[in-house]
Every structure is written in C-alpha cells, then in structure tokens.
T-cell receptor, first 110, second 112 residues
Framework: DAKTTQPNSMESNEEEPVHLPCNHS???????IHWYRQLPSQGPEYVIH???SNVNNRMASLAIAEDRKSSTLILHRATLRDAAVYYC???????????FGQGTRLTINP | DSGVTQTPKHLITATGQRVTLRCSPR?????VYWYQQSLDQGLQFLIQ???????AKGNILERFSAQQFPDLHSELNLSSLELGDSALYFC???????????FGPGTRLTVL
C-alpha cells in the first residue's frame, strides 16, 4: 500500500478556502487518489477521487501534482459543517479495501 | 444519510461473550465491507463480501467471522470478546466491488 503523509491538524475560518495537502510519493501509476472525511460521531464519507487531472464536484476540488506524488483537497468556502478528519487514500488498482491513515483533523473557526 | 444502516447503535457486553452486529447495505449495492476503528489502530479494514461470497480479507481475528445473506444484509460475529475489542465497527457498501464506499453510522462496542 502506498504510504501517505498528511498534517495532523489544520485550522481555518468559516467562509474561507481550505487547502488540505497529502504526500503519496510511493503511489503507482494506476492508483487512484481518494479522499474521504469523517465528521464527529459519524462514519467516513466519500469526498472526491482522481487519477491524473484535477477534479471538481459539489463538495470539493482535487488538485493532483503532475508527478502524482502529492495532491491537495480544496474546500472553496469552508463551513462549520466541514469540521472533520480528512483522509487521503491512494487506492491500489484492483484493491477492495480502503487503507486509512491518520488523516488531518480540520477545525473551522466561526 | 448514506443509506447504510447498522444495528445496534451501542452494545455493552462482558469479556468472553459473543455478539452479532448487523448491516443493511444501500438498495442495489452488492458489496459489503466491515471496518474497525479503535483509538490506537485507527480505521482498519476487516473483511469484504460481494453478492454473498467473501471477496477480501484484512486484519480480521480468527475470533471474528462475517457472512452476507441472500437479501444482501451482512452480519459480523465477534466471539470470546476481549477488552481490546472495544471499538467502533463500521459497515460500508458499494454497488460493485471497486466503487465508492458508503459508510453506515457504526456500532460502538464496549467490552467490560
């Protein structure tokens, strides 16, 4: 499994953009990069995933470095509801499981 | 609401006992996954079933077993419980084996 490095914690203010970084230098060429988040007292929730090019959905954007050794999850306008632990997960092609690391605990200040 | 349901929400039991956790996947999802979340180990994959058959196995103890029934619901059986088995147990489901996983709210197991 590809190893990931994420900051233990980050803090931002409501209505400001948040950039959550992830290093995954051992990722293989066919691994997708998935992001999940876990809100307090809830199960993990899918956020976004991508392979090479940047991706957008209604929740967030994912910017993937050209060498694919890092990626950044972008929340364009954080709300209090975005306070959660965010997990960056390289998903090995053909792998059934998700391998969760420690993630980044994001705190949003009102 | 992910559409995945888990029962019970909380379970308190004693060491040496056996418990069964139940999961109902989202309508139409064939794949069910079980994960354990403890303070020291984080979120760990236990086992996956696809349309009734075991598809992948992770760090699941021999004291633990699971199955998926014809109606696609799944049960995780934990026996000879130890204090260290206290954790949150999450079930997830996906339409096919490699799709996005949708997680349930979890069952909090406390072993006293």
């Amino acid at each position: 499994d590809a190893k990931t490095t994420q900051p233990n914690s980050m803090e931002s203010n409501e209505e400001e953009p948040v950039h959550l970084p992830c290093n995954h230098s051992t990722i293989s060429g066919t691994d997708y990069i998935h992001w999940y988040r876990q809100l307090p007292s809830q199960g993990p929730e899918y956020v976004i995933h991508g392979l090479t090019s940047n991706v957008n959905n209604r929740m967030a954007s994912l910017a993937i470095a050209e060498d694919r050794k890092s990626s950044t999850l972008i929340l364009h306008r954080a709300t209090l509801r975005d306070a959660a632990v965010y997990y960056c997960i390289p998903r090995i092609q053909g792998a059934q499981k998700l391998v969760f690391g420690q993630g980044t605990r994001l705190t949003i200040n009102p | 609401d992910s559409g995945v349901t888990q029962t019970p929400k909380h379970l308190i039991t004693a060491t040496g006992q056996r418990v069964t956790l139940r999961c109902s996947p989202r309508s139409g999802d064939l794949s069910v996954y079980w994960y354990q979340q403890s303070l020291d180990q984080g979120l760990q994959f236990l086992i996956q079933y696809y349309n009734g058959e075991e598809r992948a196995k992770g760090n699941i103890l021999e004291r633990f077993s699971a199955q998926q029934f014809p109606d696609l619901h799944s049960e995780l059986n934990l026996s000879s419980l130890e204090l260290g088995d206290s954790a949150l147990y999450f079930c997830a489901s996906s339409e096919k084996s490699l799709d996005t996983q949708y997680f349930g709210p979890g069952t909090r197991l406390t072993v006293l």
